[in-house]
């Protein structure tokens, strides 16, 4: 919110005598008491010769592309002649005998724009009548100069005198940040109840006193008499209140005293007419948000209602609006007058004939206003006011210092009677311990400091050790006690809270599966992975693209309702389409060859979303239970793919490409990381080529599967062919209680091969794991190095040569030994698989 600081220092000057603070100072007290400020500057300063003048004569020059006057300007001994000052001016905002502020000859006004004596539209101007733009006072240039009125007393100065302290143009403007929470304070009734805080001096509520405004109410209001007219409000609106006030007999032609649209312009709204301009005025000083209609166009009562879908209204912007069901509308007989709470409708607009204007003041619902407000995009400041909570109970005295101002300035008569519909809530009622902002923030605040903080914000306690806070109207954010102890704290100054760093508590470190899956990454980066992080989310039809069965797990997936992307609109249940995308960015860039790895959790859906619980009381034990098991299931993966050459063409000569034997083996490294022995069988399993797919297996549990992806998958997604992966459910792994460590033997390793023809169907894996528990516990190692198939094996039959190491922990082992244990494996594998050992 944009407000001057002259305006909120003599608002407070009323009751504090005397009292001022520099512009930083201020500025530190907004801090103090919770609010950020955007920064503050003060009003560019003008120089030279910047005077009071009076309009003595207006001559309309023609024969111009637009309406010019040449104007002669009283300005007395300013110009050291005393004689009238002829200045040309476009603007219409002025009348002979209008009291203006002149720049003459020789001034320099903000921007460095000098005022000098020069012949235009055929007669010498000598200065300029200014505008609150030109003279810093407003960014955007407004309808016409600064009109000062007529009366020199009422002004303190005659023509001739310096217009600076008339203008008021020794002043600083505030941006103060007001958090959403805390709509009490765009206005400066809310801004100078926490400065009075922040500085410890004696606050006047403005809505009770207008007075230390400048405003004696009590002098042009009637005591009410009666109702104005019949009100009919729809609850489906939400509404709580609303308020009606006339005024009759106002002078049209009259514009709006400079002090008020000064104050309009350095809150950064733009002066319009002297009813609108006093229903913005009164919004800034109260908090109000405050609507005017013109009187003789509004037919019989007013109805608060529902819009209907496809009702029409041409707002005050001149822009036609369909209304949805949700909006709430003003009608009269004759329609739609107002969209409430956003804009009012051009049928009532105030217009240069309007001599009777129908005030209305309301409290409408916030999250109505704030939905129609987006809707429309149409923000407001009237609907940013309502979206943060606008105090009910001051449609009365909104209206009634309305009223007064409008009357006393149009020369109008406040009309007795008043209709007000609904009441003000019930207040809030707060039981909270004295010591609990003590308790919560660990400073010692004595009872009486707690109390006075609370009165402070309008609040009004009893009790001793408990107290019961009534929290005012203005303050609907005050609903249970940590509100009242953070208004204590806020208050007292967060800054004397101590900041007390809690202690780790030693020699826990990192939990098993974190120090797994760090692990994990560290062994995938050191066998040339490089790290990625997928998408977390997958295209809606990724399972149909792959063709997954109507069962397959995969298909499970979470549905986001609200997708970043309107195609990715399923959280992940699988990593490789998310590495895919990062293979296919880079490989569109060049980079053909590479190996990439991700480690992230995925999403499985398990069951419908429960209903909502009720928070009054803590849920059931069964509740809790049926919540978490509605909650998806979070497995963390490890994937990877690989594409093009692992090892390079070169001149050493040709490179390696990476093959589905390469995925498996990383699938390997995980596995030897985790501390688990990992088996491998062929499997079919989308989106993998069916004749190049391993099925990876923990004690006989499928926990991922590496491969060849699917020729067709890889053509439709543009990537090269033989593109491989592997995926490994890392939480299927069991967990083991030590990383696995390498042992160190003395003693030297002993080498022999075995060949074995088994069946061309039996896996090679099979064989091994025979060889293993048949060669007995001298074996260390057996790797498979050679596949032979040939006429001289017969049909349906193939060779496997394994290469076997050896080694006893206790002594070198003899030529003999290993034999010995090489035979009793092809005894074994015989006997299991029928394996004949070749010679």
Known sequence: MFISQNWLTGILDHANPGWEVSDAELDGGFVRVGFETEGYSAIPESTGPLVVGRVDEIEELTGFKKPIRYCQVDVGQANGTGEKQGIICGARNFAEGDLVAVSLPG??????????????????????????AELGMCEQQTSGIINLGRSTDAIGAVPGDDARPVLGLDDTVFEVNITPDRGYALSARGLTRELASAFDITFEDLAAHPEAAGHDVSATVPEVSGGLMDISLDPATRARRFGLRKVTGIDPTVQSPFWMQRELLLCGARPVNLATDVTNYVMFLLGQPMHAFDAGVVSGDLKIRLAADGEKLTTLDHVDRELSAEDVVICDDNGIQSMAGVMGGSTSEISDETTEVYLEAATWHTLTVARTSRRHKLSSESSRRFERGVDPALVEPALDLAAHLLATLGGGEVDARRTIVGEVPEPTVIEMPAGMPARIAGVDYARETVVARLEEVGCTVTGDETLTVTAPSWRGDLSMGVDLVEEVLRLEGLEDIPTVLPTPRGGRGLSPRQRRRRAVGHALAYSGYTEVLPDPFMRGTQADDWGMAADDPRRQAVTVRNPLESERNLIATTLIPGLLDAVARNVARGRVDLQVFGLQQVSFARAE??????????????????????????????????????????????????????????????????????????????????????ELRVAGEVVGHAGELHPQLLEAAGLPARTCAMEINLDALPATGELPAPVLSAFPLLHQDIALVVAEDTPAEDVRRVIVEGAGPLLEEAVLFDVFRGERLGEGLKSLAFSLHFRAADRTLTDEEANEARLAAAALAKERLGAELRA
């Open 107 to 132: 001034a320099v006004l903000p921007g460095g724009f000098e005022i000098s004596a020069r012949k235009t539209y055929d007669h010498i101007s000598a200065g300029m009548i200014c505008s609150a």
């Open 609 to 694: 979303h429960t209903p909502m619980l009720d928070v009054s009381h803590r849920p059931s034990d069964a509740e809790v239970t049926q919540v978490l098991d509605s909650l998806p299931a979070q497995p963390l993966h490890v994937a990877a793919v690989g594409v093009g050459e692992l090892d390079t063409t070169g001149t050493w000569g040709a490179g390696r490409a990476y093959g589905w034997a390469d995925a498996v083996e990383a699938a390997r490294t995980v596995a030897r990381t985790a501390g688990v022995e990992l088996e491998v069988a062929n499997a079919e399993y989308l989106p993998y080529h069916p004749g190049r797919c391993a």
